[in-house]
């Protein structure tokens, strides 16, 4: 996807906002900060997902979970309801932080309001950017996230989580959730979650 100068400087400040996050990942033996590995991989797999996705979908994927990391899960009660208005909260704040930056950018409201609209998810299987976007989001739990899970978790919960995700995803993101490359493991919950109720 080729890309506007206005649009890579956008890139540039999302980056390097995501780069003071304190918390780091390895991977293929470099070190990350995590939310700037998070970011590139949304741009990788929306790039391979939706390759004539557009601007506003590219930047709202950018930065998905900017600044993340100065919201702790930890500051929430440790239960659903703790975890659902963490949630609700992150988006908010997402959508914030994003705005700011692309304010500073010179983009004009219109594109700034329609990239909040895709970080608070709106309109989810009604709006054909937010869904694409909540693909995206899935495919790359699936594909980076979720082996860490399996790990350190029942079969029970994994099968719960993998559910809950399938019922988020488009039956164009399903399909691409089941090319990815996961371990024979991972398949095989994916398999067994779709047989056991996943939608």
């Not at 900060?33 to 790039?47: C, F, G, Q």
């Amino acid at each position: 996807m080729a890309i506007s100068q206005k649009q890579s400087h956008a890139f540039q400040l999302f980056d390097a906002a995501n780069g003071k996050d304190p918390n780091i990942e390895i991977y293929k033996g470099e070190e990350f900060p995590k939310e700037l590995l998070y970011s590139l991989r949304m741009t990788d797999m929306l790039t391979r997902f939706a390759p004539n996705a557009s601007e506003v979908l590219q930047l709202a994927a950018r930065c998905q979970h900017i600044c993340r990391w100065e919201i702790p899960r930890e500051n929430y009660e440790m239960d659903r309801v703790g975890y659902l208005k963490w949630r609700e909260e992150l988006k908010k704040f997402h959508a914030q932080k994003a705005a700011k930056l692309l304010s500073r950018v010179g983009y004009d409201q219109d594109v700034i309001k329609e990239v909040e609209f895709l970080l608070l998810k709106k309109k989810l299987k009604k709006n054909a950017e937010t869904q694409t976007l909540e693909d995206v989001v899935c495919l790359v739990f699936l594909q980076y996230y979720f082996e860490p899970f399996i790990k350190k978790h029942s079969e029970e919960k994994l099968l719960d989580i993998l559910q809950k995700t399938w019922r988020k995803m488009s039956s164009q993101g399903q399909m691409a959730a089941l090319e990815l490359s996961i371990s024979g493991k991972g398949k095989e919950l994916i398999t067994k979650a779709i047989a056991d109720g996943a939608e």
